[in-house]
């Protein structure tokens, strides 16, 4: 029922949004002297947020073409060098630039295209070598594909690494935590060549029994097949992905902004003034900050209820239970790589000290090896987006990335 529901509130209210999107147009067509008295700002001001205001499937564009590098602009080349039916590696190539630590940024797949930490990736690329996995939307990939549960995740980060290679560090944004250390922890038992230089876990669900907060009592106190009857629906029959069952990204975004309602309501509200006022440049900010965490992706609802179940309920990965395709996964194996966290102290999605856990797990890395880095005067997006992590953590990243790229790897002991 929840796809109908959505296609029914989406035709309701598409008339409202083509007139609205009309008039916009027609009122910035006015002439200067008429376009720019109170009535017709606000009127046009009123429009475009109309116009706007509502959920889409289609993936926004990384438009990441030049960063600076070494005080000079470099052109980026956005190109796949991998694909599954699941995701695609993209390489975003600099030609001219010098060589650079190759890093590997994993993406949540957690309702919205990977394309939303694009802030992420733009600064990595100005001192990395960076690649991305870019997940699918599960509503565009036919059933014949088979489920995607975390097993299947694990396997894509596995195969991402052994594709790029030796001395490659990995970047996990907030939810793929567990699932990319997992991926690192059976590399390093395998002694697989491929195990990365170093590890980053980002605002990333290790063990959500440390200072739980509203997320995951949420998860803690419904069953698993309650998420399954009122949160996940089948894919319809006009979309490439029918019958596939899968957790709406329509639903998560609905979440997401019911956490904050406040927050989302002053920020319309400075839009409008911003519109009104003729600020463009905040109002374009504004603007392009919801017209991407609008864009949603439908997640594989073997992936979505594995995680509550795993990783919010249960917390295998933090009492050692954690299996991949029943097979124990032990952190306590990974010694060649370097591991940091980071963590946002105003994070009300994913709380201080449920990422830093990860250190207490991981005992075969040596201390001088570990760093926990928590970014004061942040929530969760200011983890990996905005002025602070651009000023403030990044760096911090860079630093460790350089510091692990430098140094020698112990020999395999397990």
Same mark, same amino acid.
């Given at each position: 029922?929840?796809?109908?529901?959505?296609?029914?509130?989406?035709?309701?209210?598409? /008339?409202?949004?083509?007139?609205?999107?009309?008039?916009?147009?027609?009122?910035?067509?006015?002439?200067?002297?008429?376009?720019?008295?109170? @009535?017709?700002?606000?009127?046009?001001?009123?429009?475009?947020?109309?116009?706007?205001?509502?959920?889409? +499937?289609?993936?926004?564009?990384?438009?990441?073409?030049?960063?600076?590098?070494?005080?000079?602009?470099?052109?980026?080349?956005?190109? /796949?060098?991998?694909?599954?039916?699941?995701?695609?590696?993209?390489?975003?190539? =600099?030609?001219?630039?010098?060589?650079?630590?190759? #890093?590997?940024?994993?993406?949540?797949?957690?309702?919205?295209?990977?394309?939303?930490? &694009?802030? %992420? *990736? $733009?600064?990595?690329?100005?001192?990395?070598?960076?690649?991305?996995?870019?997940?699918?939307?599960?509503?565009?990939?036919?059933?014949?594909? !088979?489920?995607? !549960?975390?097993?299947?995740?694990?396997? +894509?980060?596995?195969?991402?690494?052994?594709?790029?290679?030796?001395?490659?560090?990995?970047?996990?944004?907030?939810?793929?935590?567990? /699932?990319?250390?997992?991926?690192?922890?059976?590399?390093?038992?395998?002694?697989?060549?491929?195990?990365?230089?170093? #590890? %980053?876990?980002?605002?990333?669900?290790?063990? %959500?029994?440390?200072?739980?907060?509203? #997320?995951?009592?949420?998860?803690?106190?419904?069953?698993?097949?309650?998420?399954?009857?009122?949160?996940?629906?089948?894919?319809?029959?006009?979309?490439?992905? +029918? @019958? $596939?069952?899968?957790?709406?990204?329509?639903?998560?975004?609905?979440?997401?902004?019911?956490?904050?309602?406040?927050?989302?309501?002053?920020?319309?509200?400075?839009?409008?003034?911003?519109?009104?006022?003729?600020?463009?440049?905040?109002?374009?900010?504004?603007?392009?900050?919801?017209?991407?965490? @609008?864009?949603?992706?439908?997640?594989?609802?073997?992936?979505?209820?594995?995680?509550?179940?795993?990783?919010?309920?249960? +917390?295998?990965?933090?009492? !050692?239970?954690? %299996?991949?395709?029943?097979?124990?996964?032990?952190?306590?194996? *990974?010694?060649?790589?370097?591991?940091?966290? #980071?963590?946002?102290?105003?994070?009300?999605?994913?709380?201080?000290?449920?990422?830093?856990?990860?250190?207490?797990?991981?005992?075969?890395?040596?201390?001088?090896? =570990?760093?926990?880095?928590? &970014?004061?005067?942040?929530?969760?997006?200011?983890?990996?987006? @905005?002025? $602070?992590?651009?000023?403030?953590?990044?760096?911090?990243?860079?630093?460790?990335?350089?510091?692990?790229?430098?140094?020698?790897?112990?020999?395999?002991? !397990?």
């Amino acid at each position: 029922m929840l796809y109908t529901a959505y296609e029914i509130n989406r035709r309701a209210g598409a /008339p409202v949004v083509a007139a609205s999107e009309l008039t916009a147009r027609a009122l910035h067509a006015l002439p200067a002297p008429l376009a720019r008295t109170p @009535g017709v700002r606000h009127v046009r001001a009123a429009c475009d947020i109309l116009a706007r205001a509502r959920p889409t +499937h289609h993936r926004p564009a990384y438009d990441i073409d030049v960063v600076p590098v070494d005080g000079r602009d470099a052109e980026v080349v956005e190109h /796949p060098t991998l694909r599954t039916p699941f995701a695609t590696l993209l390489h975003f190539a =600099k030609p001219s630039a010098p060589p650079q630590p190759r #890093v590997l940024v994993v993406g949540p797949m957690s309702g919205h295209f990977t394309t939303l930490i &694009q802030p %992420t *990736i $733009r600064t990595l690329l100005s001192d990395h070598d960076v690649h991305v996995v870019d997940w699918h939307n599960a509503r565009d990939i036919p059933a014949e594909h !088979g489920p995607f !549960g975390l097993d299947e995740y694990i396997e +894509h980060v596995m195969q991402a690494l052994r594709f790029l290679g030796p001395d490659t560090h990995v970047v996990a944004v907030c939810q793929p935590a567990v /699932p990319v250390l997992s991926a690192v922890a059976l590399l390093a038992e395998a002694d697989d060549p491929a195990q990365p230089r170093s #590890v %980053t876990l980002m605002a990333g669900p290790v063990d %959500t029994r440390v200072n739980p907060n509203r #997320v995951n009592t949420s998860a803690a106190t419904r069953s698993i097949s309650w998420f399954e009857r009122r949160v996940v629906d089948t894919v319809p029959r006009w979309y490439p992905g +029918h @019958g $596939r069952r899968v957790y709406p990204g329509v639903v998560q975004l609905t979440a997401f902004m019911s956490m904050n309602p406040t927050r989302h309501l002053t920020a319309h509200a400075r839009l409008y003034r911003d519109l009104v006022a003729g600020n463009t440049a905040a109002a374009a900010t504004t603007r392009a900050f919801y017209d991407e965490y @609008g864009a949603v992706m439908d997640v594989p609802a073997e992936f979505y209820l594995e995680t509550v179940a795993r990783i919010f309920q249960q +917390h295998d990965f933090a009492r !050692g239970r954690f %299996t991949w395709r029943g097979r124990r996964v032990d952190p306590g194996a *990974i010694r060649n790589t370097a591991l940091l966290t #980071v963590e946002g102290a105003n994070d009300d999605i994913c709380s201080p000290g449920q990422t830093e856990a990860a250190h207490a797990l991981c005992t075969g890395i040596p201390a001088e090896h =570990k760093r926990h880095h928590l &970014q004061a005067g942040v929530g969760h997006y200011g983890v990996f987006s @905005g002025s $602070r992590w651009e000023a403030e953590v990044h760096p911090v990243l860079r630093d460790f990335i350089a510091s692990a790229g430098s140094g020698e790897r112990t020999a395999s002991t !397990g």
